[in-house]
């Protein structure tokens, strides 16, 4: 079965400081893959999107993720992160074999940034 | 643009007791769904539906009901309330099989 799996449950890292979040993806074809964060009482934003073409993704708030089919993965990476960052991010996957392209969710990784 | 609006943000209930979430959205979008979120278990799809009349079941839909009467609606329903349905429940808009989804704020629903 289609799956999204984000290896970290929290993660704590400086304000200044480089972040990547893993997620790796399960499906039996290549998938689409989203990266979504959800600050405290919010709903989810999206933070960028995959679905074919160049590998690596831009996205708001100066966020990229880059796919790596060799690997399953679609880790999000931001080069020097802001207090504001402090969030929960999702990564998610549509498959084509799923009927109308429904997402399936990691479990999450909750980002703490130290001042 | 509203967006995608949901009522009410907060509700509690007893268990055995129904209720109706509301969910809608003004973007004429046809793909809308409902998630549930848990601590630790992301976000759970419970049904969806692609255009008015057409609904399907997703990951966790014991429990709930849903209609598509209009393109703007999508009520959630909890025929019988037990506490593992207290949770925060997401409604969700697209306007296609690739486009970008919209979240709404969510409900957090207690079922004591």
């Known amino acids: 079965a289609q799956s999204v799996t984000q290896p970290d449950i929290h993660i704590t890292v400086s304000e200044g400081a480089s972040l990547e979040l893993r997620c790796n993806y399960s499906?039996?074809?290549?998938?689409?893959l989203f990266w979504y964060v959800q600050s405290p009482g919010q709903g989810l934003q999206l933070l960028l999107k995959y679905f074919s073409g160049d590998t690596l993704v831009q996205g708001i708030k100066g966020f990229e993720a880059e796919f790596k089919r060799s690997q399953s993965s679609f880790n999000l990476r931001k080069p020097s992160v802001h207090w504001s960052d402090a969030a929960e991010y999702f990564c998610?996957?549509?498959?084509?074999?799923?009927?109308?392209?429904?997402?399936?969710f990691g479990k999450g990784t909750k980002l703490s940034v130290i001042p | 643009n509203a967006g995608v609006t949901q009522t009410p943000k907060f509700q509690v209930l007893k268990t055995g007791q129904s209720m109706t979430l509301q969910c809608a959205q003004d973007?004429?979008?046809?793909?809308m769904s409902w998630y549930r979120q848990d601590p630790g278990m992301g976000l759970r799809l419970i049904h969806y539906s692609v255009g008015a009349g057409i609904t399907d079941q997703g990951e966790v839909p014991n429990g709930y009901n849903v209609s598509r009467s209009t393109t703007e609606d999508f009520p959630l329903r909890l025929l019988s309330a037990a506490p593992s349905q207290t949770s925060v429940y997401f409604c969700?808009?697209?306007?296609?099989?690739?486009?970008?989804?919209?979240f709404g704020p969510g409900t957090r629903l207690t079922v004591l």
């Open positions: 973007m004429n979008h046809e793909y």
């Open positions: 499906y039996g074809a290549t998938p689409y």
């Open positions: 998610a996957g549509a498959y084509s074999g799923a009927g109308s392209y429904q997402l399936t």
């Open positions: 969700a808009s697209r306007l296609g099989q690739f486009n970008e989804q919209f």
